[in-house]
Nanobody, 128 residues
């Protein structure tokens, strides 16, 4: 069993930065690919980024490439999402997900279907 708790969301002006964290419980954290998805009300949940359990394979959605950076610290059971140059269209609830498989599979999932564990989400609001 893995429990995920996100933090770091908030209100920021366009062009600003935020750093999200996802703290995981459980001794098997390092076995999981980890990712971030986001969902705005009235929209489908969408893939943002994923990182392999080794941290060596990373994928980003085109919409965030060059602005967001995912990283993980297996010793701290934590995955991070550094978000720079934020835009109003980045406004959403951001969810951390764990998947006992590949980061590639997380990237191609339909709205994150099939992920093994989810956090409850943290809201990010970017004002123009």
């Amino acid at each position: 069993q893995v429990q995920l708790v996100e933090s770091g969301g908030g209100l920021v002006q366009a062009g600003g930065s935020l750093r999200l964290s996802c703290a995981a419980s459980g001794r098997t954290f390092s076995s999981y690919a980890m990712g971030w998805f986001r969902q705005d009300p009235g929209k489908e949940r969408e893939f943002v980024t994923a990182i392999s359990w080794t941290g060596t394979i990373i994928y980003y959605a085109d919409s965030v490439k060059g602005r967001f950076t995912i990283s993980r610290d297996n010793a701290k059971n934590t995955v991070y999402l550094q978000m720079n140059s934020l835009k109003p269209e980045d406004t959403a609830v951001y969810y951390c997900a764990a998947y006992l498989g590949t980061a590639q599979a997380m990237r191609v999932s339909i709205g994150g279907n099939g992920m093994h564990y989810w956090g409850k989400g943290t809201r990010v609001t970017v004002s123009s």
